[in-house]
């Protein structure tokens, strides 16, 4: 009689066992069907808009923009990895004596470009057209020093090909050793604000 | 990933529940549970050590142009001078037109004809001359590193206003001359009317600086 207890508890929790290895059989089955859509296909994005920088002085505001930025974006398993560049001749604020001196004070001889970059870890495109904000770790390169900046993204998906991303946000001219340049004997203000917004295509 | 984690956490927490029954002398070993979270895979970094446009270091090295640094160097040096110089001028234009409003009321102003801001005028006009000569020297001289883009701006304004007031300082030159063949030949009555034709170019040549200087501003 002792005996017997025992052995249904056994069998009952055998049972069990089964009944939850056939359950966990068939969500491994529904997880990896699952994983395999929800797996992020490596893909490469290029991106072109206008991109501008707002300089202040205290008798000006300045706004000079670029439409020939270069954007390549990364998104694969790791998550999303971003570079975009422009000629800094390329930037035109309206007065052509101004953005020559703009070129004197960035140094463009030696640095023509400047460059960002940016890493989101573990970033995946929405399933579904959306607005998804997107922390970027990022670096911006002018006139040859690199600055770490952390630059929220704002990325709207209109379809699994297309995307709008924006921008906005401060650096500093002597973070990158910029002699700020002034004007009657005033010096602009050191924050400037980097906006813009990119059209991003999914390459095929 | 997660639902299967899940689920079979749920078995195997079940189990011995579902065993409820089973003697103490039968303890189950005791379970650890990991959860994983799968938004940010191991092995992720955030190295920006990568370049999505495939520039090599000889491509970067070729963009830049040492050259053209120096001639930016010099001209920079030579522009932030000329903008102290110009600054310079425009204070001593002004001084001199108050020593010559003070000089023709003296004169001819019923003043007394004292002479008292005679040298004073004309040492400020010398150095004002002068400094205006060096500023445009900078100017005139300083490599230009980039081509500019074609069309009105700051610069075209300040260049028109600026050859308005070197225009202004040649004819207070050539009006010197006048007036001192009027003076020597004793004529009062164009002596009178070339001082007011003088003090109207000078009030002007001012304005044009005081524009050139001001244009900056927009």
């Known amino acids: 009689m002792d005996g017997i207890p025992w052995r249904k508890s056994a069998l009952v929790a055998l049972v069990a066992l089964v009944a939850c290895s056939a359950f966990a059989s068939a969500g491994a089955e529904e997880a ?44 694969d398993e790791s998550g999303l990895k971003v570079m975009a560049r422009a000629k800094v001749a390329s930037f035109k604020s309206g007065n052509g004596n101004r953005d020559a001196h703009a ?49 929220e993204v704002t990325l709207d998906y209109r379809s699994p ?4 991303a924006t921008f906005s946000f401060p650096e500093s001219l002597e973070a990158h050793q910029v002699e700020r340049p002034s004007l009657m004997m005033i010096k602009v203000e050191d924050a400037l604000e980097i906006r813009g917004k990119l059209a991003l295509e999914r390459e095929p | 990933m997660q639902p299967l984690a899940l689920r079979a956490a749920a078995c195997l927490a079940l189990a011995p529940a579902i065993a409820g029954a089973a003697p103490a002398e039968r303890d189950l070993a005791p379970l650890q549970l990991r959860l994983v979270w799968a938004g940010e895979p191991a092995g992720t970094g955030d190295s920006m050590d990568f370049d999505l446009f495939g520039d090599t270091a000889a491509q970067k090295e070729a963009a830049s142009d040492p050259a053209l640094a120096d001639r930016i160097e010099t001209r920079r040096t030579m522009l932030q001078s000329h903008q102290i110089l110009g600054l310079s001028t425009l204070a001593l234009m002004t001084t001199s037109a108050v020593l010559g409003q003070l000089n023709y009321d003296d004169v001819y102003g019923g003043g007394g004809g004292t002479g008292d801001y005679l040298m004073a005028h004309r040492v400020s006009t010398y150095a004002s001359a002068g ?27 300040h260049k028109i206003a600026v050859i308005g007031a070197s225009a202004g300082m040649l004819a207070q030159v050539g009006l010197g001359f006048a007036t001192a063949r009027s003076a020597d030949a004793g004529n009062a009555r164009n002596l009178k009317r070339y001082a007011r034709i003088h003090q109207a170019v000078g009030y002007s040549t001012v304005g044009l600086m005081a524009i050139a200087t001001g244009v900056w501003i927009f």
């Not at chain 1, 670029?66 to 974006?73: F, G, H, M, N, Q």
């Not at chain 1, 929405?126 to 952390?150: F, H, I, M, N, S």
């Not at chain 2, 100017?139 to 075209?156: C, L, N, Q, R, Y």
């Open chain 1, 161 to 164: 090909d297309r995307a709008e």
């Open chain 1, 103 to 151: 070129l004197e004070a960035i140094d463009a001889a030696n640095h023509p470009l400047v460059v960002v970059k940016g890493v989101a870890p573990g970033f995946k495109p929405p399933a579904t057209p959306g607005v998804v904000k997107v922390p970027l770790k990022a670096q911006v390169e002018l006139k040859g020093v690199t600055v770490p900046r952390d630059i």
């Open chain 1, 32 to 75: 990896g069907q699952a994983q395999e859509a929800a797996k992020v296909q490596p893909a490469r994005w290029a991106g072109k808009g206008r991109i501008e920088y707002v300089l202040v002085h205290k008798l000006h505001r300045v706004v000079g923009a670029t439409e020939e930025p270069e954007v390549a974006l990364v998104i």
């Open chain 2, 131 to 157: 400094a205006f000569i060096a500023t445009a020297t900078l100017s005139v001289f300083a490599p230009v590193p980039f081509e500019k883009d074609p069309g009105f701006d700051t610069a075209t304004a």
